[in-house]
Structures are given as structure tokens and as C-alpha cells.
């Protein structure tokens, strides 16, 4: 089982966000980078899957070289290898289109992305690989067996479940469930030692083609303030929701 | 030109997050000087269709027989019916996060997700949501074409009568997934198109206790929702996490029960319109970004706050 896992770069859950440039660019002054929390539920899967019927798990990532400190934690969490294309990304499109490229160079059996990364939030990677690639996808998956040449699948809908039986090789954009937030794993002293001497190769890009353009940032508005109720007095809470805020 | 607007069923029927997308669609159309053209997969009646005319689609056109999940065929479908159109709108829902990178794909359009804003002016230029909600982004396409994910319940309704015809069509060809069946929760109502969400913490000490949080939603007609760790230790189900690493919540109001307010859970639901905490704790961070408060135990005030609520409501 060849296993591709597609990570993503992005700022610790509890950072502050800013913007520098004239409100154009990311402000990474003082940002701890983590691999995007979703991702982190495919890479451990895949790990699992690796663990049980064997084969290999490769990551890639479209960064430049500061995203390094998070790939050899992938690796140190347990990928055999790792790939980082050498593009900062711009947009969906072009990060989709450069692992699609790579994809079509080598061959797996399972690609893996997260459902969205927490920094810009597109969604697209995932499908947009399945449909560069021509192969089927399975977004929003909560959960996943691998059955011969099939997998099963189940995938979260508005209000449920459902569940997939699909041919391999696949795309799957995955979420917690994929495994529990008690099975992710921390890197322990052995697995980043090994780290260090795994392989983590630069390829350069294909093209840098854009889709779209991003204009600027803005913080959203801040709230006015909480007006407090006291607690002997729901009644006037009632009230404040209906007459004042208009929302019951 | 036109703006095509793919209208989502679930089981035959609309949600009011088909309507914000029609509603979305024809307010483009307006800025566009153009008509809306809407899109109908799986089965649905011809009078559930026509009621997608209300909110400004002039004509739709109905493929029963492609499954929604199939995002093989229905990106292929759309693709083939787009030649005309030069905005694609849906609504951001689970399906559509599976159609629309195909979608930009096949067509060379550009995909722009958890929309917030209609254009500026013909060339495409839209805020979303950025950042899991701590930012906004103002975002340009470079295409001839666009696609649109509008994010739910951030648009609303917009009333705009029109003649809808109705146009019933076939596409053969499947995708390569079996679908194998599908499990709902009858009778609830889905957190990110909810316009109340009643949500609950680690303040509630334990899965018995959320017997008053459920009231509280029922009577509010509201989704219930939970912080992280909740569903991590497995008193609510993993579908109820809100926040940066679960659902977004864009509701009219949330109400937050014994949740504290960490920066990864306001993240994911700060983008309602009105928020109120309930809290022991006057420190928890949870009443900086919250409108309304009350500072007191949730196991005194939300029954209290039960009864008010049905007193209102009669
Ligand atoms: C990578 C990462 C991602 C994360 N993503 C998310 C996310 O998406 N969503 C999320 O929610 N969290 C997320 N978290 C977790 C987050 O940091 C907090 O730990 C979590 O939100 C706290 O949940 P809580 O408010 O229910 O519990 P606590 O922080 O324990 O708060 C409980 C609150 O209940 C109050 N309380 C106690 N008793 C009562 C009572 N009787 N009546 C009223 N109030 C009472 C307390 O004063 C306290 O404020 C994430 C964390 C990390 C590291």
C-alpha cells in the first residue's frame, strides 16, 4: 500500500492573526507552525493502515524551506519519506496542481489530504487533486478500511452519515474519525532521531498558475461588549434576545 | 451570460440554505444584468422545483438520476451546462465541497469557498472567510468563470417572484463509488444552516446533563452543539464539535452553556450575530466576545431560562 499524504503548514490554533504589507501578507513574526490539524488525522491513518498491512507513507508539502520543521515532524510521527515542492503556494489551484504532477510521476494506491486547512480555509485541494488526477474522492471522511483493491468508506453529510465503497487508487479528504484525537500520536525521542536521516527530497515546481488573486486581509469587527443579565432575572434575557437583539 | 446556481435537495426537499443560494445567485444576477438559471440533482417534485422561483430562478433544469455524492458525474453535469454561465453559485455545504474543485478544474474557473459578500462589480471580487474566521479576505478571481461556495446562513433570504420553468433532463454515465447506504438523525436540525445553536461544555460535568440542553433546543428550534474536549471523551458525538477543528457556526444566535471561550472554539463560531455565554466563572474569556451574559450555574439558570423561553413562546 502506497500511501500519499498531502500536509499543510499552518499556524498554531492559538495564535493571534495579523497582517503586514499594507494588509496583504501573513504575519508570521512570533507564529509557532504546526501541521494543519486535519491533516494530522490522514497521517496517522495512514501510519495505522502502514502498520497493519504494510507499505509506505509519503508526505509532501507545496512550501518554501521554513516549512522543513513540520515535515520532519510528519516524519518523526512516522512517514518514510518526505517531498516538499519548492513553491510558496498562492491558492488552491496551484498547490492542487503541482501534487498532481507529482502524483502522476509516481504511483499510489490512497492519497490522503485534509478536509481544509485551517489557515485559508479553501476546501478545494482534495477535489481538485481527485479531478486533475481522474480519480474518485471522498471528502469529509470519517472513516476508512482498506479491503483488497476497495475501500470502505464513510463520509459525513449534513446531518449524518454515509457510507462509500470505492476502487483504489482513490483521493480522501479527511477529519477527525478517521481516527480519534486519543490515537493521533506524539513524536517520541526515537522517531525524531530517525527523522533526521530520513529522506526528504526538493523538486522544483511545474508552473505557478493562479486562479485567483488575494487582495487584502481585514480583521473581523470587534463586538461592543457584553451586556450582562443577572442570574435572577432570565426573564430579562428573553426579553433583550427578542426586543432588542431580534433574534428570537 | 447567466449565473447558474446548482439548488441542493436532501431526500426530495430544499433547505433554506438552497433558497440563500438562489437568493445569492439573483442578487449576482442583478449586478451581472443577467437571469438565474438553477440546478437540480436526485429526485425531487415538480412542486418543490417551482418554489425555487420565489427567490428569482426563471428556469431550472432537474437531472434525477445523478446521485449528489457522485462528484465524477455531477462536476460533469454542471461543466456541461455552464457554457453559458459566468458565475457558478452553491452553497457551502458537504456535497458541494466535493463538486466544486472538480467543477474548477474542468472548467479552468476559479473556486472561491466560504463566501460572505456579493461582487463589487461585474469582475468578481468577493470577501470570505479566512483564518477560521479571525480574518477576512477580500479575494479577486483571474477567470473568465467563477464558482462561488457561499458560506450558510451568512447571505439570508431575499424574495424575488419569478415564472420558473421547469426542464427535466438525463445523464447516464456514474462515477466509480458505491453508495452503500446512508444513516441520518431524523427530526434534527443541522448545526451550520441552524439559525439558533444551543451549545454546551465541560461545565456540564456529564453526558446526563445535557437532558436541559436539548429542551433548551427544542423549544428554541435550535442545533445542539459541544466544545472539543466534550466530544473527545465521548459524551456528545463528534458531529456536535464546534470551533476551529470542527463545524463552523454562522447562527443568528449561539448560546454558549459552561464553555469557556478558548481561542480555538471562538474561532469557529464568532461569525454568528449574537452570542451569549453562561458562565460561573466572571473571568472566562468567553464573555469578551459574547453580546449577552449572565454570570451564574448553568443547572440553575437554563431551566429557568426554559420556562421563560416557553412563556414567551405562548
Ligand atoms: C489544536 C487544537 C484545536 C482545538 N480546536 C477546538 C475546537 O475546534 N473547538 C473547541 O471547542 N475547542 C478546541 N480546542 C480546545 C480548546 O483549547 C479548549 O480546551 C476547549 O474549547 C475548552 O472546552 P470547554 O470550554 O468545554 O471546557 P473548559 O475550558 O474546561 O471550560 C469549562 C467552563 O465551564 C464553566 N463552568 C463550570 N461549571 C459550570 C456551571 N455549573 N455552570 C456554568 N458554567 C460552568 C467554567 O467556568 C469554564 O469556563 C482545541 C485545542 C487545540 C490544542
Known amino acids: 500500500m502506497n500511501i500519499l499524504v498531502c500536509i499543510s503548514s499552518v499556524p498554531d490554533t492559538t495564535s493571534k492573526i495579523n497582517f503586514t504589507e499594507n494588509n496583504t501578507k501573513f504575519d508570521c513574526s512570533g507564529i509557532q507552525f504546526v501541521i494543519n490539524p486535519y491533516d494530522e488525522f490522514g497521517l496517522t491513518k495512514s501510519i495505522m493502515i502502514k502498520e497493519s498491512i504494510g507499505g509506505k507513507v509519503t508526505v509532501i508539502t507545496v512550501g518554501d524551506a521554513s516549512v522543513e520543521p513540520v515535515i520532519r515532524k510528519a516524519l518523526a510521527i512516522g512517514a518514510d519519506d518526505a517531498v516538499r515542492v519548492n513553491m510558496d503556494p498562492n491558492d488552491s489551484f496551484s498547490v492542487a496542481n503541482e501534487i498532481s504532477e507529482y502524483i502522476k510521476q509516481n504511483s499510489f494506491d490512497l492519497i490522503i489530504t485534509g478536509r481544509e486547512s485551517i489557515d485559508y480555509n479553501g476546501g478545494a485541494v482534495s477535489g481538485m487533486i481527485s479531478e486533475m488526477t481522474n480519480l474518485p474522492l471522498v471528502n469529509a471522511c470519517i472513516g476508512l478500511e482498506i479491503e483488497g483493491n476497495s475501500a470502505k468508506l464513510v463520509r459525513e453529510i449534513d446531518g449524518g452519515k454515509e457510507m462509500i465503497t470505492s476502487p483504489l487508487p482513490m483521493v480522501i479528504g479527511g477529519q477527525k474519525g478517521l481516527v480519534l484525537e486519543n490515537e493521533l500520536r506524539i513524536p517520541n525521542m526515537r522517531g525524531i532521531m530517525q527523522a533526521r536521516t530520513k529522506p526528504l527530497s526538493v523538486v522544483e515546481p511545474t508552473g505557478n498558475i493562479m486562479y485567483t488573486t488575494s487582495v487584502s486581509f481585514a480583521k473581523p469587527e470587534e463586538k461592543a461588549g457584553c451586556k450582562f443579565v443577572d442570574a435572577s432575572n432570565v426573564s430579562d434575557l428573553v426579553d433583550l434576545l427578542h426586543n432588542e437583539a431580534k433574534v428570537i | ?314
Open chain 2, 1 to 314: 451570460m447567466s449565473v447558474l446556481v446548482y439548488t441542493e435537495s436532501w431526500g426530495g426537499n430544499f433547505r433554506k440554505s438552497t433558497f440563500e443560494a438562489v437568493s445569492y445567485a439573483s442578487e449576482t444576477a442583478k449586478i451581472l444584468g443577467t437571469n438565474v438559471v438553477a440546478l437540480s440533482l436526485e429526485d425531487v417534485s415538480d412542486e418543490e422545483l417551482v418554489k425555487l422561483g420565489s427567490y428569482g430562478a426563471s428556469k431550472v433544469v432537474s437531472i434525477p438520476s445523478v446521485n449528489k455524492g457522485d462528484s465524477q458525474s455531477a462536476s460533469k453535469i454542471i461543466a456541461e451546462l455552464s457554457t453559458d454561465a459566468s458565475v457558478i453559485v452553491f452553497s457551502g455545504t458537504h456535497t458541494a465541497r466535493m463538486i466544486t474543485p472538480r467543477l474548477s478544474v474542468k472548467l479552468a474557473a476559479a473556486c472561491i469557498t466560504n463566501v460572505i459578500s456579493l461582487t463589487e462589480s461585474s469582475e468578481i471580487t468577493i470577501k470570505r472567510k479566512s483564518f477560521s474566521t479571525k480574518a477576512i479576505e477580500i479575494i479577486k478571481s483571474n477567470t473568465e468563470k467563477t464558482i462561488l461556495s457561499i458560506s450558510p446562513n451568512s447571505f439570508g433570504l431575499i424574495e424575488n417572484q419569478m415564472d420558473c420553468l421547469i426542464e427535466r433532463s438525463d445523464f447516464i454515465e456514474k462515477g466509480s463509488l458505491i453508495f452503500e447506504g446512508q444513516e441520518t438523525a431524523s427530526g434534527k436540525i443541522s448545526i451550520s444552516e441552524a439559525e439558533i445553536v444551543v451549545s454546551a461544555g465541560r461545565g456540564l460535568k456529564g453526558p446526563e446533563n445535557w437532558g436541559m440542553i436539548e429542551e433548551l433546543a427544542d423549544v428554541l428550534g435550535a442545533a445542539t452543539a459541544c466544545s472539543k474536549p466534550v466530544s473527545d471523551i465521548g459524551w456528545r458525538p463528534h458531529s456536535e464539535h464546534v470551533g476551529q477543528t470542527g463545524k463552523p457556526v454562522t447562527a443568528d444566535l449561539y448560546i454558549a452553556i459552561g464553555i469557556s471561550g478558548a481561542i480555538q472554539h471562538l474561532a469557529g463560531v464568532n461569525s454568528s450575530k449574537v452570542m451569549v455565554a453562561i458562565n460561573t466563572d466572571p473571568e472566562a474569556p468567553f464573555f469578551k466576545a459574547a453580546d449577552y451574559g449572565i454570570i451564574g450555574d448553568a443547572f440553575e439558570v437554563v431551566p429557568k431560562l426554559i420556562q421563560e423561553i416557553k412563556k414567551f413562546k405562548n
